[in-house]
């Protein structure tokens, strides 16, 4: 729970919070001389800003982009005047100091600038995520963190467990993957708008084989995938077997103002699995995003899934790694 020095400029005059939820942490922060408000559609830029400077503190650079935000907040299943919270300098020009968000009462994210830390923020912000989270009756809430970071120091002094660790991954310059020649009868292509729910199927087939959670939406997936700012057709590509039918995806983004070429999302159906057909999506997407100006290419993975050393036996290398902290909620906690 760390950003940069420089706090970020954030609109509007914040709102008094009076909920049981909310009450506690709005008490704290104005013993500090803070005020706190939930976030509106408006703030994507000051929390992104927030975010991409303390990822460059701890990381040297930022991995998180304002599409992201945006993408992620308008899943309808996302409401951000109960699941969001600001915490702001007060006055006629505030500015974002710290937040935190809490999807489906179990997926946070949180960050407090450079300059306020030390001052209770984080922990408070942790206890509000917490609420949100017993409130909503999930029981476990949890959130990446880079490894080592002052975030990840602080939820483990909090009493937030690793459940799982994450890596990104690069392929270093001047390196390509392999090419993977296809099973006959197989290709890759874009996919058409009316196989978006049949491609949403077989991605969440893939993860929830390892993913305990509820299955995804198709509405929450559109809303992070297709409807993400700055998405184009071509960044969504499937593989299709003798049937024409799509057996396997790819979500590719490109991130770092068109620089790095990110895959996002990576599934081949079980049934269709040990044909090379993956290897296959991951080279074509690569692929075209060099053709688009991309310098490097990147993709992530975590410990769940057993793949990361498929990623690195095809050259790629991990340039950072996470880890996924989680407390329980339930009424015991």
């Known amino acids: 729970m760390s950003s940069h020095p420089t706090p970020s400029p954030i609109a509007g005059a914040p709102a008094s919070a009076t909920d049981d939820v909310t009450a506690p942490l709005a ?20 929390v992104f800003e927030l975010m991409a400077q303390d990822e460059r503190d701890v ?8 599409a992201d935000l945006v993408g992620d907040w308008q899943r309808p299943s996302f409401d951000l005047g109960t699941q969001s919270i600001g915490v702001l300098t007060p006055g006629p020009d505030p500015r974002l100091v710290g937040y935190a968000e809490v999807y489906e009462g179990r997926w946070g994210a949180a960050t407090v600038a450079v300059a306020h830390r030390g001052r209770g923020i984080g922990t408070a912000l942790a206890t509000w995520m917490q609420a949100v989270s017993r409130r909503d ?27 799982w660790t994450s890596w990104v991954l690069a392929l270093p310059p001047g390196e390509q993957v392999q090419p993977q020649p296809l099973p006959t009868g197989y290709a890759v292509r874009t996919a058409e708008p009316d196989e978006y729910r049949a491609v949403h199927d077989v991605i969440e087939d893939a993860f929830l084989e390892w993913s305990v959670r509820e299955r995804e939406r198709f509405e929450d997936f559109a809303a992070s995938t297709v409807r993400r700012p700055g998405f184009e057709p071509w960044h969504l590509r499937v593989v299709t077997d003798e049937t024409l039918t799509p057996v396997g995806a790819c979500l590719l983004q490109l991130a770092a103002e068109g620089t790095v070429g990110y895959v996002a999302r990576l599934a081949v159906r079980l049934d269709r699995r040990g044909r090379g057909l993956a290897r296959a999506l991951l080279v074509d997407a690569f692929a075209l995003a060099r053709e688009h100006g991309a310098e490097r290419s990147e993709l992530s993975t975590d410990s769940r899934t057993g793949a990361l050393g498929l990623y690195e036996r095809v050259g790629m290398v991990v340039t950072s790694t996470w880890v996924h902290r ?8």
């Open 326 to 333: 989680v407390r329980d909620t339930g009424p015991r906690a």
């Open 27 to 46: 008490a704290a922060m104005a013993g500090l001389g803070l005020v706190v408000r939930p976030l509106t559609t408006a703030d994507s830029a000051a």
């Open 137 to 163: 009756g999930r029981g476990l809430v949890g959130m990446p963190v880079p490894a080592g970071s002052p975030g990840d120091r602080l939820l483990e002094a909090l009493g937030y467990a690793v459940a």
């Open 59 to 66: 990381l040297g650079e930022a991995e998180i982009e304002e």
